[in-house]
């Protein structure tokens, strides 16, 4: 017997959400004019962040371009299995403009093509201007590929949200009063303020929770990228995506795949909810950090096999001391994977040393506690992309091509 992932009910209240803000092709339109540019710019000014927008600009004139390294050592990359370069951390526009800051003094680093951002999407952080700002640096200035964002669904929301989706979808959710017209999803795991590293433990409904929060982003500053922490939002997120198509969503490294057996549950998800055009709202899967090189070699294989469409497999090459095993380096791996002829996505939590705010917590600070800790934070993220940086050298070497953000590049395209 075969059971669909999602119900009739499941599925008639995510056609809800989205008909609640105008509609797949409402929704669309907003989120491409939300990422152009101009309009970014002129909606950070009017936030106050047109002076930091104008800062990252003379930041970034003096970065190196790939093509100067490739000519002055003679190299050909030409062999099979190209790299994608990915630093995470970013978190915020202050942080970012820091590490910009730090580059700036010494510019001789190519940037990644991929960031990835780890900051609960909070109203301040999204109303704010303080997301806008960030992508506006990210995906415009240095013309990264991607720029990841995390929703978190144990974060206080102003009880008029949950309210909203209880309506508009005829689902209820378990949560606390917080007070001042806030309330909290109620999460049982660990019973952090987050809840479960946040949000990992998604109950009942409340994939429609996390929906919301990344539509509320997507419209307001055309944020298009977003990490995908449990099973049911994966499910939920392939649907969503098929009626906008213009955002797509990374595997976590908290559900990253371990073996070949979930990465093959992985892909019938994938396959239950393919677009009219066969593409996939899944762009990006974390292979697990406990996943040998011939695991992640067994996937991609079979990922090629399979009728299904490209998507990116992702390794972490280094990672913060407390999210693992103590002085882990998986680049020798990556070696081997590239050598054997497959893609891989090399992804940087850490660039290997033990740093103060090289943690997880880090990522959970409250807003202002952040901006204030912007130098401590910028200098780990800078320190990462060092480490990126030496290591892709390496990878060119070897005669692998590599994908970069448009600043690393003389044509101004991202690779």
């Known amino acids: 017997m075969h059971y669909d992932l999602l119900s009739k009910r499941d599925l008639k209240a995510i056609d809800a959400l989205i008909d609640s803000y105008g509609g797949a092709k409402a929704v669309r339109e907003k989120i491409t004019a939300k990422r152009e540019y101009a ?7 009017d936030k106050g962040y047109g002076e930091m927008l104008e800062q990252a600009e003379k930041y970034v004139t003096g970065f190196p371009k790939v093509e100067d390294f490739i000519a002055s050592e003679g190299i050909k990359t030409d062999k099979p299995g190209v790299c994608t370069t990915q630093v995470s951390g970013f978190q915020g526009s202050h942080v970012t403009l820091d ?27 999204v109303y704010s201007g303080d997301l806008l700002a960030t992508l506006a640096m990210a995906e415009n200035i240095l013309g990264a590929s991607k720029f990841c964002s995390t929703n978190l669904i144990g974060i206080p929301w102003p009880e008029e949200r949950f309210a909203r989706i209880e309506k508009v ?6 949560r606390r009063d917080l007070g001042d017209g806030l309330s909290q999803l109620i999460l049982k795991n660990m019973g952090t303020p987050f809840g479960n590293l946040g949000g990992v433990e998604v109950a009942n409904n409340n994939h429609l929770v996390y929906l ?35 955002v797509s969503f990374k595997i976590s490294m908290l559900l990253s795949i371990q073996n070949a057996i979930q990465f093959r549950m992985l892909m019938n998800i994938v396959k239950a909810y393919l677009r009219d055009d066969g593409a996939t709202a899944l762009y990006e899967i974390n292979i697990g950090n406990g996943a040998s090189p011939e695991t992640f070699i067994q996937c991609s294989e079979e990922l090629k096999a399979s009728d299904l469409p490209n998507i990116s497999l ?3 090459l280094r990672i913060n001391p ?11 791996n990556a070696y081997k994977v590239l050598d054997a002829g497959h893609d891989i996505t090399i992804k940087y939590e850490s660039d290997g040393t033990s740093r103060p705010y090289d943690t997880m917590e880090t990522y959970f600070l409250p807003d202002a506690e952040r901006d204030e800790k912007a130098e401590l934070i910028g200098d780990v993220i800078y320190h990462k992309c060092i480490r990126c940086d030496k290591d892709i ?23």
């Open 169 to 174: 979808t005829g689902e209820k959710f378990d």
């Open 314 to 316: 992702a390794a972490h």
């Open 99 to 125: 590490c910009l800051r730090r580059i700036a003094e010494k510019p001789e680093l190519l940037f990644a093509t991929e960031m990835i951002s780890v900051v609960a999407l909070t109203e301040h952080y």
């Open 322 to 332: 407390d999210l693992g095993m103590e002085g882990f380096d998986w680049t020798e």
């Open 212 to 246: 919301d929060g990344i539509m509320r982003a997507a419209l307001e500053t055309g944020a298009n990228f977003f990490l995908n922490p449990s099973w049911s939002t994966i499910v939920a997120a392939c649907y969503w995506g098929r009626e906008i198509p213009e």
């Open 39 to 45: 309009n970014r710019k002129k909606a950070a000014a």
């Open 393 to 415: 050298r390496e990878i060119m070497r070897r005669g692998h091509a590599a994908r970069f953000a448009a600043i690393a590049h003389k044509d101004g395209k991202a690779k």
